[in-house]
């Protein structure tokens, strides 16, 4: 989870990848992950896209809906990492609907200040982006996540481009890894796929731990851990194997070496393009089976 260790881990880690000085790493990155590209889509399908805002008991969430301009598709909901919605998750939800399917990528700091909630090229490295997002953040919780998810999932379900018959994936960034798996726990006759992406806090001592909740869920899950998460934390991917094993769910739960928290979004400072496309391979292939 993003945090000051997190902070001093990423500096930690471009500098010495790149052979700088503290100095010279704040004046080369700041503002440069957003030059990044993610790689062409094979064979992708024309997409539309639009705002919306999603009803739920808290108020309206303005969302990113992209979908392909034809047909109907499996819905999958994005939960965007602790930066929230912005001009990078708006580009990975819409490479996503150019695979074949409806993305409702979601801001989930709509009760505070609609998306973005941040400046573009802004990092979470920055003193002044963690005291914006973090008591947005802070304030979101279980409870929420919960409400959100049924919310999101009942939009999806209404609109055109989505398969009903089909069932619904998640994927979750960071902060959003646990949202995937209360969704999943909360309505898992339509949840049937989920993936948390270097996902903080899956596995705590508290009565609401993410972990807890599988033998409510009946979804496929990926789970892309960050190496330096795991080095904090080695403990949690055996309870999460142990808790999906129990449940008799299949869950893919993998530490991907060298890449440190962050690491997918391609306007993250810690961006390791190899790896991210290495989970977005395993992604595809988690929901072209579990959303048949």
């Known amino acids: 989870m993003c945090d000051e260790d997190t902070v001093e881990e990423s500096?930690?880690?471009?500098?010495?990848?790149?052979g700088l000085t503290r100095r010279e790493f704040n004046k080369l990155t700041a503002g440069a992950a957003l030059t990044m590209m993610l790689p062409p889509v094979a064979n992708a399908m024309d997409v539309a896209e639009a705002d919306v805002m999603v009803p739920t008991p808290d108020g309206e969430a303005d969302c990113y809906f992209v979908h392909p301009a034809?047909?109907?598709?499996?819905?999958?909901?994005?939960?965007?990492?602790?930066?929230?919605?912005?001009?990078?998750?708006?580009?990975?939800?819409?490479?996503?609907?150019?695979?074949?399917?409806?993305?409702?990528?979601?801001?989930?700091?709509?009760?505070?200040?609609?998306?973005?909630?941040?400046?573009?090229?802004a990092s979470f490295q920055d003193e002044s982006t963690r005291n914006t997002?973090?008591?947005?953040?802070?304030s979101l919780s279980s409870e929420t996540a919960t409400t959100d998810a049924k919310s999101l999932v009942s939009?999806?379900?209404?609109?055109?481009?989505?398969?009903?018959?089909?069932?619904?994936?998640t994927t979750g960034y960071c902060m959003g890894g646990p949202f995937t798996m209360y969704a999943a726990a909360a309505i898992p006759t339509r949840i049937g796929a989920g993936a948390s992406f270097h996902g903080g806090r899956l596995v705590t001592d508290k009565a609401d731990s993410p972990h807890l909740l599988v033998p409510k869920m009946k979804a496929q899950f990926l789970f892309a851990i960050a190496d330096n998460d795991d080095q904090r934390d080695p403990e949690?991917?055996?309870?999460?194997?142990?808790?999906?094993?129990?449940a008799g769910l299949a869950a893919e739960i993998e530490v991907y070496e060298g890449a440190m928290h962050g690491w997918c979004?391609?306007?993250?400072?810690?961006?390791?393009?190899?790896?991210?496309?290495?989970a977005w391979s395993r992604l595809l292939r988690l929901f072209e089976t579990a959303l048949a």
Not at 70 to 89: S, T, Y
Request: aromatic share 10%; net charge positive.
């Open 70 to 121: 034809e047909g109907k598709h499996p819905g999958v909901i994005i939960w965007p990492d602790i930066l929230g919605l912005r001009p990078a998750f708006r580009t990975m939800g819409k490479r996503l609907a150019q695979s074949g399917y409806s993305v409702l990528v979601v801001n989930p700091y709509y009760r505070n200040a609609a998306a973005p909630v941040i400046e573009e090229g």
């Open 236 to 246: 949690s991917k055996n309870v999460l194997r142990k808790s999906y094993d129990e």
């Open 265 to 278: 979004p391609p306007d993250s400072r810690v961006y390791h393009e190899k790896q991210a496309e290495r």
């Open 11 to 18: 500096e930690r880690y471009i500098a010495q990848q790149a």
């Open 133 to 138: 997002v973090m008591p947005m953040y802070r």
């Open 155 to 169: 939009y999806l379900d209404e609109q055109l481009p989505v398969d009903r018959e089909r069932k619904i994936g």
